[in-house]
């Protein structure tokens, strides 16, 4: 079944997005703008996991042209991005966030390429995470009881601007590209295209606020949901040629 008019869930249906209450509280492109530490390329997703958990200080971290960033063993949960400080991160030219190739993640028993840990999660109490024109694709996860690419769960806010999400796959219990388990997001210009997930491609846990501007979807496959685009209420957005099942 395809279907051009995503609808919200009924599961979800309880779940309010007041987009005054939040932009009341955050002034989300002051952090965009804001110069408190120099900018440092990271070479490699080691690098980048090492200033995401630092304590000491805010970070910028550029993504390096040309390069991708994936664990090193994609089976060591060592290898986890956990984001400790109120980090910002910026893709350049080239840069993303994934496999070396489009089939190296995809699952099946002999491969070694996909993951089985979330991968990015800001867990750390109250700190604020913005993700600038950085490119995701070629990612599969594979954890149990939910696949999950990128857990936010601080109690602050997350705030994701002009990012695509290209052929990620979720296929695992509830999972999805991006879920905020607690705090507040703000999701504007960003693509989400070619992604498999079992509900929802965002996931937004209860009582939690998010803000979605001019966001665009399109070729996602949901298998357990009758929409796969998110399970939480939305604003100006754009959907186009996504897949469910029946």
Not at 30 to 35: F, I, P, R, T
Not at 133 to 150: A, E, L, R
Request: hydrophobic share 30%.
């Amino acid at each position: 079944l395809v279907n051009d008019n995503l609808t919200i869930s009924d599961e979800a249906s309880d779940i309010e997005l007041n987009s005054d209450d939040i932009l009341q509280d955050l002034d989300y492109q002051s952090q965009l703008e804001d110069g408190e530490s120099d900018e440092i390329t990271v070479e490699n997703w080691e690098e980048l996991q090492y200033y995401c958990s630092l304590t000491d200080k805010d970070y910028t971290l550029k993504l390096k042209e040309n390069t991708n960033y994936y664990p090193t063993n994609p089976k060591d949960s060592n290898y986890q991005i956990k984001i400790n400080n109120n980090v910002k991160i910026i893709g350049s030219n080239g840069s993303y966030i994934g496999d070396s190739t489009p089939d190296g993640g995809v699952y099946y028993e002999s491969n070694s390429r996909y993951i089985t840990y979330i991968p990015i999660i800001a867990e750390a109490s109250s700190i604020d995470v913005v993700l600038e024109n950085i490119t995701f694709k070629w990612i599969h996860t594979f954890k149990q009881p939910d696949s999950i690419v990128m857990q936010l769960d601080s109690g602050g806010t997350t705030y994701i601007k002009g990012c695509t999400f290209d052929t990620i796959d979720t296929m695992v219990g509830g999972g999805s590209v991006v879920h905020l388990k607690k705090g507040e997001a703000v999701l504007e210009d960003c693509s989400f295209v070619n992604c498999n997930v079992p509900k929802a491609i965002i996931m937004v846990s209860q009582g939690q606020e998010m803000i979605m501007r001019n966001c665009y979807f399109a070729n996602n496959y949901g298998s357990e949901h009758s929409t796969c685009g998110m399970n939480t209420s939305r604003s100006e957005e754009r959907f186009s040629r996504n897949a469910e099942t029946d």
